[in-house]
Protein backbone atom coordinates (compact mmCIF):
# COMPACT_ATOMS: atom_id res chain seq x y z
CA UNK A 1 0.00 0.00 0.00
CA UNK A 2 1.60 3.43 -0.82
CA UNK A 3 0.81 6.68 0.37
CA UNK A 4 -1.53 8.25 -1.42
CA UNK A 5 -0.03 11.54 -1.46
CA UNK A 6 3.38 12.94 -0.89
CA UNK A 7 3.63 14.10 2.76
CA UNK A 8 4.03 17.80 1.99
CA UNK A 9 6.10 19.05 4.88
CA UNK A 10 6.87 17.46 8.64
CA UNK A 11 9.01 18.03 11.28
CA UNK A 12 10.67 14.90 12.78
CA UNK A 13 12.31 15.35 16.14
CA UNK A 14 14.13 12.60 18.13
CA UNK A 15 17.46 11.96 20.90
CA UNK A 16 20.56 10.70 19.19
CA UNK A 17 20.95 8.19 17.80
CA UNK A 18 18.02 6.91 17.55
CA UNK A 19 16.67 9.08 14.84
CA UNK A 20 16.92 6.55 12.39
CA UNK A 21 15.34 4.04 14.31
CA UNK A 22 13.30 1.54 11.95
CA UNK A 23 14.70 4.02 8.98
CA UNK A 24 11.92 6.67 9.98
CA UNK A 25 14.38 8.89 8.64
CA UNK A 26 15.04 7.32 5.66
CA UNK A 27 11.30 6.65 5.00
CA UNK A 28 10.46 10.38 5.27
CA UNK A 29 13.52 11.62 3.42
CA UNK A 30 12.53 9.80 0.16
CA UNK A 31 7.93 10.40 0.83
CA UNK A 32 8.46 14.05 2.65
CA UNK A 33 8.62 16.73 0.02
CA UNK A 34 9.75 19.21 3.15
CA UNK A 35 11.34 17.47 5.89
CA UNK A 36 12.71 19.25 9.09
CA UNK A 37 14.89 16.51 10.55
CA UNK A 38 15.87 17.63 14.71
CA UNK A 39 18.59 15.47 16.72
CA UNK A 40 19.11 16.30 20.39
CA UNK A 41 21.46 14.66 22.06
CA UNK A 42 22.71 14.98 25.73
CA UNK A 43 25.50 12.55 26.22
CA UNK A 44 29.42 13.16 25.23
CA UNK A 45 29.73 9.82 23.84
CA UNK A 46 27.75 11.12 20.77
CA UNK A 47 28.51 14.38 18.56
CA UNK A 48 25.97 17.46 18.24
CA UNK A 49 22.78 18.49 18.05
CA UNK A 50 21.75 19.62 14.66
CA UNK A 51 19.08 20.51 12.20
CA UNK A 52 18.80 19.30 9.08
CA UNK A 53 15.97 20.70 6.17
CA UNK A 54 15.78 18.11 3.40
CA UNK A 55 13.31 19.31 -0.08
CA UNK A 56 12.38 16.53 -2.44
CA UNK A 57 15.29 14.04 0.10
CA UNK A 58 18.05 16.73 -0.51
CA UNK A 59 19.66 18.26 2.07
CA UNK A 60 19.34 22.02 1.77
CA UNK A 61 20.68 23.35 4.63
CA UNK A 62 22.19 21.76 8.16
CA UNK A 63 22.52 24.01 11.63
CA UNK A 64 24.47 22.73 14.16
CA UNK A 65 22.46 23.52 17.12
CA UNK A 66 23.90 24.32 21.24
CA UNK A 67 24.34 21.07 22.75
CA UNK A 68 24.43 21.06 26.67
CA UNK A 69 26.02 17.46 27.64
CA UNK A 70 24.65 16.11 30.93
CA UNK A 71 25.81 12.67 32.71
CA UNK A 72 23.38 9.59 31.37
CA UNK A 73 22.59 8.87 34.89
CA UNK A 74 21.46 12.83 35.36
CA UNK A 75 19.92 13.32 31.94
CA UNK A 76 16.40 12.89 33.39
CA UNK A 77 16.54 14.94 36.14
CA UNK A 78 17.59 17.99 33.78
CA UNK A 79 15.03 17.08 31.04
CA UNK A 80 12.33 19.72 32.20
CA UNK A 81 15.20 22.14 31.38
CA UNK A 82 17.04 20.71 28.38
CA UNK A 83 13.29 20.36 26.50
CA UNK A 84 12.52 24.27 27.46
CA UNK A 85 15.68 24.98 25.25
CA UNK A 86 14.80 22.46 22.87
CA UNK A 87 11.64 24.65 22.77
CA UNK A 88 13.45 27.73 22.24
CA UNK A 89 15.47 25.97 19.55
CA UNK A 90 12.29 24.65 17.46
CA UNK A 91 11.07 27.98 17.49
CA UNK A 92 14.14 29.36 16.15
CA UNK A 93 14.25 26.71 13.52
CA UNK A 94 10.77 26.81 12.57
CA UNK A 95 10.93 30.86 12.20
CA UNK A 96 14.05 30.29 10.02
CA UNK A 97 12.11 27.87 7.72
CA UNK A 98 9.49 30.05 7.05
CA UNK A 99 10.80 33.04 6.75
CA UNK A 100 14.00 31.49 4.48
CA UNK A 101 12.32 28.40 2.63
CA UNK A 102 8.67 29.64 2.67
CA UNK A 103 7.96 26.29 4.28
CA UNK A 104 5.17 26.24 7.12
CA UNK A 105 5.39 22.45 8.50
CA UNK A 106 2.00 19.94 8.77
CA UNK A 107 2.98 17.49 10.69
CA UNK A 108 5.27 17.59 13.61
CA UNK A 109 6.46 13.80 14.80
CA UNK A 110 8.58 12.85 18.49
CA UNK A 111 8.45 9.33 20.43
CA UNK A 112 8.77 11.42 23.54
CA UNK A 113 6.36 13.57 25.82
CA UNK A 114 9.07 15.82 26.31
CA UNK A 115 9.56 16.48 22.60
CA UNK A 116 6.03 15.73 21.42
CA UNK A 117 5.04 18.65 24.14
CA UNK A 118 7.29 20.64 22.21
CA UNK A 119 5.27 20.32 18.83
CA UNK A 120 2.03 20.93 21.31
CA UNK A 121 3.17 24.35 21.62
CA UNK A 122 4.36 24.96 17.51
CA UNK A 123 0.87 23.92 17.06
CA UNK A 124 -0.56 26.69 19.46
CA UNK A 125 1.66 29.01 17.57
CA UNK A 126 0.13 28.47 14.63
CA UNK A 127 3.77 26.81 13.10
CA UNK A 128 2.76 22.92 12.63
CA UNK A 129 -0.95 22.10 11.83
CA UNK A 130 -1.16 18.25 13.11
CA UNK A 131 1.11 16.52 16.21
CA UNK A 132 1.04 12.50 15.81
CA UNK A 133 3.13 11.12 19.17
CA UNK A 134 4.78 7.96 18.53
CA UNK A 135 4.78 6.11 21.76
CA UNK A 136 8.25 4.33 22.12
CA UNK A 137 8.23 3.73 25.85
CA UNK A 138 7.48 2.94 29.03
CA UNK A 139 8.23 4.43 31.97
CA UNK A 140 6.87 3.29 35.34
CA UNK A 141 7.13 5.04 38.48
CA UNK A 142 9.66 3.46 41.16
CA UNK A 143 9.10 2.52 44.37
CA UNK A 144 12.28 4.14 46.12
CA UNK A 145 14.13 7.92 45.72
CA UNK A 146 12.27 10.43 46.57
CA UNK A 147 13.45 12.68 43.77
CA UNK A 148 13.17 9.95 41.29
CA UNK A 149 9.48 9.35 41.99
CA UNK A 150 8.56 13.01 41.89
CA UNK A 151 9.79 13.14 38.70
CA UNK A 152 8.23 10.06 37.22
CA UNK A 153 5.24 11.46 38.18
CA UNK A 154 5.69 14.60 36.63
CA UNK A 155 6.23 12.87 33.49
CA UNK A 156 3.61 10.70 33.64
CA UNK A 157 1.23 14.20 33.90
CA UNK A 158 3.34 15.34 31.40
CA UNK A 159 2.52 12.58 28.96
CA UNK A 160 -1.49 12.02 29.76
CA UNK A 161 -1.73 15.46 28.83
CA UNK A 162 0.30 14.73 25.44
CA UNK A 163 -1.85 12.18 24.62
CA UNK A 164 -4.53 13.97 25.33
CA UNK A 165 -3.79 16.95 23.06
CA UNK A 166 -1.57 15.04 20.21
CA UNK A 167 -3.82 14.70 17.36
CA UNK A 168 -2.88 11.33 16.34
CA UNK A 169 -1.20 8.49 18.84
CA UNK A 170 1.15 5.83 17.73
CA UNK A 171 2.56 2.79 19.59
CA UNK A 172 5.61 0.09 18.51
CA UNK A 173 3.68 -2.57 20.07
CA UNK A 174 -0.25 -3.67 21.50
CA UNK A 175 1.85 -4.04 24.74
CA UNK A 176 2.78 -0.60 25.19
CA UNK A 177 -1.09 0.42 24.42
CA UNK A 178 -2.29 -1.84 27.12
CA UNK A 179 -0.06 -1.04 29.72
CA UNK A 180 -0.87 2.97 29.43
CA UNK A 181 -4.45 1.72 28.89
CA UNK A 182 -3.83 -0.07 32.21
CA UNK A 183 -2.59 3.21 34.03
CA UNK A 184 -5.64 4.81 32.41
CA UNK A 185 -3.47 7.02 29.18
CA UNK A 186 -5.85 6.85 27.38
CA UNK A 187 -7.91 8.33 24.68
CA UNK A 188 -10.16 7.84 22.01
CA UNK A 189 -9.00 4.74 19.81
CA UNK A 190 -10.22 5.90 16.31
CA UNK A 191 -7.06 8.10 16.74
CA UNK A 192 -4.75 5.61 18.26
CA UNK A 193 -2.59 3.04 15.51
CA UNK A 194 0.13 0.19 16.03
CA UNK A 195 3.21 1.41 14.46
CA UNK A 196 6.66 -0.59 14.79
CA UNK A 197 9.81 -0.04 13.82
CA UNK A 198 10.49 -0.96 9.81
CA UNK A 199 13.26 -3.26 8.63
CA UNK A 200 14.83 -2.49 4.93
CA UNK A 201 15.59 -5.67 3.11
CA UNK A 202 18.25 -7.17 1.85
CA UNK A 203 20.65 -4.64 3.96
CA UNK A 204 22.67 -7.62 4.54
CA UNK A 205 22.68 -8.84 0.60
CA UNK A 206 25.06 -5.32 0.38
CA UNK A 207 27.93 -6.80 1.42
CA UNK A 208 27.75 -10.43 0.24
CA UNK A 209 30.21 -12.16 2.75
CA UNK A 210 30.36 -15.77 4.50
CA UNK A 211 29.15 -15.87 7.90
CA UNK A 212 32.11 -16.70 10.25
CA UNK A 213 31.74 -18.07 14.10
CA UNK A 214 31.27 -14.79 15.67
CA UNK A 215 28.75 -13.86 17.83
CA UNK A 216 27.47 -10.50 17.75
CA UNK A 217 26.10 -7.52 20.23
CA UNK A 218 25.10 -3.76 19.64
CA UNK A 219 24.11 -1.71 22.09
CA UNK A 220 24.56 0.54 24.92
CA UNK A 221 27.27 -0.81 27.49
CA UNK A 222 25.56 -1.10 30.74
CA UNK A 223 24.92 -3.95 33.28
CA UNK A 224 21.18 -4.55 32.49
CA UNK A 225 22.67 -5.71 28.29
CA UNK A 226 23.19 -9.49 29.39
CA UNK A 227 27.00 -8.82 28.40
CA UNK A 228 27.49 -10.29 31.44
CA UNK A 229 26.03 -13.81 30.56
CA UNK A 230 27.87 -13.61 27.09
CA UNK A 231 30.61 -13.64 28.09
CA UNK A 232 30.71 -15.56 30.91
CA UNK A 233 29.86 -18.21 28.88
CA UNK A 234 32.41 -17.72 25.98
CA UNK A 235 34.37 -21.14 27.60
CA UNK A 236 31.65 -23.38 27.00
CA UNK A 237 30.66 -21.70 23.29
CA UNK A 238 34.59 -22.33 22.80
CA UNK A 239 34.07 -26.12 23.89
CA UNK A 240 31.29 -26.65 21.07
CA UNK A 241 32.74 -24.33 18.37
CA UNK A 242 36.62 -24.02 18.43
CA UNK A 243 37.19 -20.89 16.45
CA UNK A 244 34.03 -18.85 17.80
CA UNK A 245 34.38 -15.10 18.40
CA UNK A 246 32.82 -12.23 19.78
CA UNK A 247 32.44 -8.56 18.12
CA UNK A 248 30.75 -6.09 20.31
CA UNK A 249 29.37 -2.72 18.74
CA UNK A 250 28.78 0.57 21.32
CA UNK A 251 29.63 2.22 24.18
CA UNK A 252 28.46 3.37 27.58
CA UNK A 253 28.49 3.92 30.90
CA UNK A 254 29.94 0.15 31.83
CA UNK A 255 32.34 -0.03 28.65
CA UNK A 256 35.30 -0.03 30.84
CA UNK A 257 33.59 -3.02 33.54
CA UNK A 258 32.84 -4.98 30.62
CA UNK A 259 36.44 -4.63 28.49
CA UNK A 260 38.28 -5.42 32.16
CA UNK A 261 36.15 -8.71 32.07
CA UNK A 262 37.03 -9.65 28.80
CA UNK A 263 40.57 -9.30 29.92
CA UNK A 264 40.04 -11.16 32.88
CA UNK A 265 38.41 -14.24 30.76
CA UNK A 266 40.67 -16.96 30.04
CA UNK A 267 39.12 -16.74 26.52
CA UNK A 268 39.61 -13.11 26.28
CA UNK A 269 41.19 -12.76 23.08
CA UNK A 270 38.20 -13.78 21.39
CA UNK A 271 36.71 -10.62 22.02
CA UNK A 272 36.50 -7.11 20.00
CA UNK A 273 35.30 -4.07 21.11
CA UNK A 274 34.53 -1.59 18.28
CA UNK A 275 33.16 1.42 20.35
CA UNK A 276 29.94 3.70 19.28
CA UNK A 277 29.04 3.53 15.52
CA UNK A 278 26.38 6.73 14.51
CA UNK A 279 23.81 4.65 12.88
CA UNK A 280 22.11 7.41 10.83
CA UNK A 281 26.14 8.08 9.51
CA UNK A 282 27.59 4.72 9.38
CA UNK A 283 24.83 2.53 9.03
CA UNK A 284 27.24 0.93 6.14
CA UNK A 285 29.96 0.83 8.32
CA UNK A 286 27.86 -1.36 10.89
CA UNK A 287 26.47 -3.22 8.11
CA UNK A 288 29.77 -4.61 7.07
CA UNK A 289 30.49 -5.71 10.23
CA UNK A 290 27.23 -7.16 11.10
CA UNK A 291 26.72 -9.27 7.84
CA UNK A 292 29.02 -11.42 8.42
CA UNK A 293 28.19 -12.93 11.87
CA UNK A 294 26.85 -16.17 12.61
CA UNK A 295 24.04 -14.94 15.17
CA UNK A 296 23.57 -12.14 17.27
CA UNK A 297 22.47 -11.67 20.91
CA UNK A 298 19.80 -9.63 22.46
CA UNK A 299 20.34 -11.12 26.24
CA UNK A 300 17.61 -8.79 28.33
CA UNK A 301 17.40 -10.01 31.89
CA UNK A 302 14.16 -10.89 32.77
CA UNK A 303 13.41 -9.04 35.65
CA UNK A 304 10.30 -6.43 36.24
CA UNK A 305 12.06 -3.19 36.24
CA UNK A 306 13.57 -3.80 32.76
CA UNK A 307 11.95 -1.79 30.51
CA UNK A 308 12.53 -3.54 26.78
CA UNK A 309 9.59 -6.15 27.77
CA UNK A 310 7.53 -3.14 26.16
CA UNK A 311 10.16 -1.87 23.96
CA UNK A 312 10.42 -2.85 19.66
CA UNK A 313 14.21 -3.14 19.89
CA UNK A 314 15.84 -1.70 16.71
CA UNK A 315 18.93 -3.62 17.38
CA UNK A 316 17.34 -6.99 16.74
CA UNK A 317 15.77 -6.09 13.64
CA UNK A 318 19.00 -4.48 12.52
CA UNK A 319 20.45 -7.87 12.77
CA UNK A 320 17.69 -9.41 10.98
CA UNK A 321 17.71 -6.83 8.27
CA UNK A 322 21.56 -7.97 7.56
CA UNK A 323 20.09 -12.14 7.37
CA UNK A 324 21.66 -12.67 10.69
CA UNK A 325 19.73 -15.07 13.37
CA UNK A 326 19.04 -13.39 16.54
CA UNK A 327 19.22 -15.41 20.05
CA UNK A 328 16.79 -13.51 22.01
CA UNK A 329 15.80 -13.91 25.65
CA UNK A 330 12.03 -13.89 26.32
CA UNK A 331 11.43 -10.48 27.28
CA UNK A 332 10.33 -7.90 24.65
CA UNK A 333 7.43 -9.14 22.62
CA UNK A 334 9.62 -9.46 19.49
CA UNK A 335 11.18 -12.76 20.84
CA UNK A 336 8.23 -15.20 20.87
CA UNK A 337 7.52 -13.84 17.15
CA UNK A 338 11.41 -14.29 15.81
CA UNK A 339 11.42 -18.00 17.38
CA UNK A 340 8.54 -19.24 15.87
CA UNK A 341 9.29 -17.78 12.81
CA UNK A 342 12.22 -19.66 12.49
CA UNK A 343 14.59 -16.40 12.47
CA UNK A 344 16.28 -17.10 15.36
CA UNK A 345 15.31 -18.65 18.84
CA UNK A 346 14.44 -17.20 22.03
CA UNK A 347 15.69 -18.40 25.54
CA UNK A 348 15.65 -18.16 29.18
CA UNK A 349 18.74 -16.03 30.40
CA UNK A 350 20.88 -18.89 31.27
CA UNK A 351 24.14 -20.24 30.09
CA UNK A 352 22.81 -23.50 29.19
CA UNK A 353 20.05 -22.22 26.83
CA UNK A 354 22.31 -19.70 25.51
CA UNK A 355 25.36 -22.42 24.32
CA UNK A 356 22.31 -24.93 23.06
CA UNK A 357 20.86 -21.75 21.02
CA UNK A 358 24.64 -21.24 19.51
CA UNK A 359 24.82 -24.84 18.52
CA UNK A 360 21.57 -25.15 16.85
CA UNK A 361 22.34 -22.03 14.48
CA UNK A 362 25.92 -23.29 14.24
CA UNK A 363 24.14 -26.80 12.88
CA UNK A 364 21.67 -24.79 10.38
CA UNK A 365 23.36 -21.52 9.94
CA UNK A 366 21.45 -21.00 6.47
CA UNK A 367 17.87 -22.18 7.65
CA UNK A 368 18.07 -19.47 9.90
CA UNK A 369 19.62 -16.64 7.81
CA UNK A 370 17.07 -17.29 4.67
CA UNK A 371 14.22 -17.09 8.06
CA UNK A 372 15.90 -14.09 9.03
CA UNK A 373 15.84 -12.47 5.47
CA UNK A 374 12.17 -13.56 4.95
CA UNK A 375 11.02 -11.70 8.54
CA UNK A 376 12.73 -8.38 6.85
CA UNK A 377 10.69 -8.47 4.08
CA UNK A 378 7.40 -8.68 5.49
CA UNK A 379 8.15 -6.14 8.31
CA UNK A 380 9.89 -3.71 5.25
CA UNK A 381 9.72 -0.36 6.49
CA UNK A 382 7.70 0.99 3.25
CA UNK A 383 5.03 -1.05 4.18
CA UNK A 384 4.49 -0.19 7.45
CA UNK A 385 4.86 3.59 7.86
CA UNK A 386 2.93 3.65 4.26
CA UNK A 387 -0.08 2.20 6.60
CA UNK A 388 0.84 4.08 9.52
CA UNK A 389 0.28 7.69 7.34
CA UNK A 390 -2.60 6.42 5.10
CA UNK A 391 -4.74 5.07 7.97
CA UNK A 392 -3.71 8.29 10.10
CA UNK A 393 -5.25 10.64 7.35
CA UNK A 394 -7.98 8.75 6.99
CA UNK A 395 -8.90 8.79 10.54
CA UNK A 396 -8.52 12.51 10.81
CA UNK A 397 -10.74 12.60 7.67
CA UNK A 398 -8.42 14.76 5.80
CA UNK A 399 -8.43 14.62 2.45
CA UNK A 400 -5.75 16.94 0.81
CA UNK A 401 -2.28 15.83 1.11
CA UNK A 402 -1.26 14.23 4.29
CA UNK A 403 -1.92 16.57 6.90
Same mark, same amino acid.
Given at each position: ????????????????????A??????????A?????????F????????????????????????????????????????????????????I?????????????????????????????????????F????????????????????????????????????????K???? *?? =? #? @??V?? !??? %?????????? +????????????N???????????????????????????????????????????????????????????????????????????????W????????? *?? =? #? @????? !??? %?????????? +??????????A????????????????????????????????????????????????????????????????????
Amino acid at each position: MKVKNKIPSIIYVNYSPYGNAGYILDYLKEFAENLIYVSFIFHPVERESKAQIYHHGKLNKQIKLPTILVPEKYVYYFAPILSFIAALELIAINIYVICRFRIKPQLFLAPNAFLVVIGIILRALKMVKRVTFWVWDYYPVPKTGFYRKIFYKAYWVLDRWCTYKADFIWYLNKRLKE *VR =E #N @LGVTD !DGQ %KEYIVPLGMK +PFVGHRWRSVGKNTLGFIGVLKKNQGLELLLNSLPELVSIIPDIKIEIIGSGPDEKYFRKMAERSSEGNRVTFYGFIDFVEEEERAGRIVVSWMAAVALYIP *VK =E #N @LSAYA !DPS %KVKFYLSCGV +PVIITRVPLIAEEIHRRGAGIAIGYNTQELVSAVRGIFVEKDKYREKAICFTYENDYRKIYDSAFNVTRERLCLNKSIY
